[in-house]
């Protein structure tokens, strides 16, 4: 069964500094991968997806993330956060077959310091 | 641009009471979802629907959880007899055949008392 792992529970970086979000994966074929973002109160906004092709994938928002299939890792990046990037960012995988339900880490929440 | 849209936002229920948690999908997409997530805890599947009929579900989903698509846009999660530990944010999400991302509503607060 696939899993998730996001390892770093809370972040809190400067509004203008970098970030880098860690996620873990086990999954046994090639998997679908996803960055959804959530606000409190708010739903789930996809931030970027990967499924094939180019490892390096550019989402919304200036976010970008990196397939390396050798560290099961999908890792999401930004090089200079405002102060409104403040929410929760959920990795997910999504299953094989038509379904292709989807399986969360646990999530980061992130903090951004003016 | 298209949305998924879930009513009500907020639902408070005496336990034991049925539940009926209400989802417009995108019109055109096939794959409808019912996500959970306990507040601080991840989200979690809870069922996917396909073809007018239920093509997956998670142990989460037992006997008192049901979905319908009663009339071609609705698609609706029954809790049958509410315990307090059903309390959570219920998340909607369709999918259609070519795209390959869920979409998910802003989700339904369900609080159990």
Known sequence: AQSV????????????ASLELRCNYSYGATPYLFWYVQSPGQ???????????DTLVQGI???????????????????????SDAAEYFCAVGAAGSAR?????????????P | EPEV????????TQMGQEVILR???????????????????????LVSFYNNEISE???????????????????TLKIRSTKLEDSAMYFCASRGRQNTEAFFGQG??????
């Open chain 1, 61 to 83: 928002k200036g976010f970008e993330a990196e397939f390396k299939r050798s560290q099961s890792s999908f890792n999401l990046r930004k090089p200079s956060v405002p102060w």
């Open chain 2, 57 to 75: 579900k998670s142990e989460i989903f037992d006997d008192q959880f049901s979905v319908e698509r009663p009339d071609g846009s609705n698609f």
């Open chain 2, 5 to 12: 849209t879930q009513t009500p936002s907020h639902q408070v």
């Open chain 2, 23 to 45: 989802c417009v999908p995108i019109s055109n997409h096939l794959y409808f979802y019912w996500y959970r997530q306990i507040l601080g805890q991840k989200v979690e599947f």
């Open chain 2, 108 to 113: 339904t607060r369900l609080t159990v008392v």
């Open chain 1, 101 to 113: 339900q989807l399986t969360f880490g646990s999530g980061t929440q992130l903090t951004v310091l």
């Open chain 1, 5 to 16: 792992t996001q390892p770093d529970i809370h972040i809190t970086v400067s509004e203008g």
């Open chain 1, 43 to 53: 739903g789930l906004q996809l931030l970027l997806k990967y499924f094939s092709g």
